[in-house]
């Protein structure tokens, strides 16, 4: 899917603008950590001047579900699926699935980062980040 | 370092109240445990009032009502947890001997519906990421993936609970249901079913502390140990609802760093609990909370559930209340509602659903920031 055009991001510094996309991280140059989304300041050891970093596309989903009633300040579709994938990065990152059949998902499953819009208002799309099933289109 | 006792408490029950206002609610349960507690105007040096949604100086307004201002007055917001927020800062400044008598209290009147949190960021909402149930149901998904639960163990908490609250006439919801009701009501998001979730609605409670003095009259509750907690990062799981967490399954959860402090301090461990009150936002977190809280091994819950261990009459009963599956959640009011229900049981006041022979128990309260509260009480 593009990420050009009149659609933007939900906000900038989340993922790029690249194909395959990938997430914006931060890795700490003291204790060697990954956090997601970026941060100046490492979570784990409270260092300053984390390192910016691109994730791996690419993992493996650690626990899933789905949503299927409209929370809070979405104004996208529902049901969509909601799940943890790990990175080799060591990391554990929450996000939609494209999947949202809670049915079809399974632990381990390989997953693969992409871009989706999540609504579209008068400007057009607004896009986030998902992960989806490496074998599914 | 002082004794702190708990002198007397008073509860406003538990629902939806069209025709009354926060406030209302909060004199109502004040008035009563001052009452218990044989406590006047000047009779307490401070008051901390626990409120999450309530408002600006929402103490303040109820303590104005009964003309009895002039001391300290302190909100204290601490999520699902913030009435032992404010029961650690009363009990700790009795005993650092700052104070004789301390009122604590805790108000709240929810928004109806999935309450929208200022917790969230504006891009998280539009993403869909801020969709609280769904977080309780993947700590569900994964609870049931590295242990023996099963959607059943889930529904077999709603039942439990639910039967327990029969008898609570402080409780929103009071009749029993039985799993296959649970299993056929809506999936919210799954494993979790509409009924395995607490409703949020509105309520107060109450508790007065006051200063032992060597009084271990009978029938006085000794407040042990009231600690409260936050999040140490890397699960990301945890209350705290970060967007990632490490890999990594050793890090300890926020209710484990403070039922190991409480322990600490009250002296006395798991074994020792004659009743517990716990979280149970979803049936899920209630089954996690016996391991958090050591009432079983890591991933002995479902085992614990089989044995029956935690129904009334069983070896540790666990919110004979019938929690906030039946009572439902007023964030503000929930920890306190849990003390003073725990109160009644260690006075033998708890009527149908007294734990006989009750001598120690522990409150267990877990949410956003992330909090975790556990009081422990006994005679």
Redesign the interface.
Known sequence: MSVHGVARP??EG?FTDTEPPRLL?SRCDACG?????RSDTC??CAADGALPVELSGTGRL???????????????EVP?G???V?LPE?????S?LTEPD?ARLS?GQPMRLVVVP??VDEDGQ?L??AFAPQDRP | MNDVHVAGVGIHPFGRFEDRTITDMGVSAVRSALAEAGVTKGGFQAAFCATAYGGVASGHKVLSRIGMTGMPIVDVEAGCASGGAALMLGAGAIRAGAYDTVLVFGVEKMPKG????SF????Q????????P?YF???A??LM?DSGVTKDHLAGVVVKNRRHGVHNPDAMFRSEVDVRSVLAS???????HLWMLCTPNEGAAAVVLSRADGDNSRGRVRLRAAVLRSHV??S??NEST???????DSVPAATTLAATAAYEEAGVGPEDLDVVECQDTDAARELLSYEELGLCKPGGAAALADERATELGGRIPVNPSGGLLSKGEPLGASALGQVVTLVHQLRGEAGHNQVEGARVALAHTVGRGANASVVVLSL
């Open positions: 939900v906000r989340l991280a950590r990954h956090q997601f989304p979570p784990y650690w626990t899933w579900t789905a949503v299927t009633t409209a929370p809070p300040g979405y104004r996208g969509y909601f799940g943890v790990e060591g990391l554990r990152v929450v939609r809670p632990a999540v609504q607004v986030s980040y | 999935m309450i929208r949190s969230f960021e504006p891009w909402e539009e993403s869909g990421l801020a969709a609280t769904a149901a993947l700590r998904q994964r993936q809506r999936v919210v998001s799954e494993p979790l990062p890397g990301v799981l970060p967007m990632s967490g490490l890999v990594d």
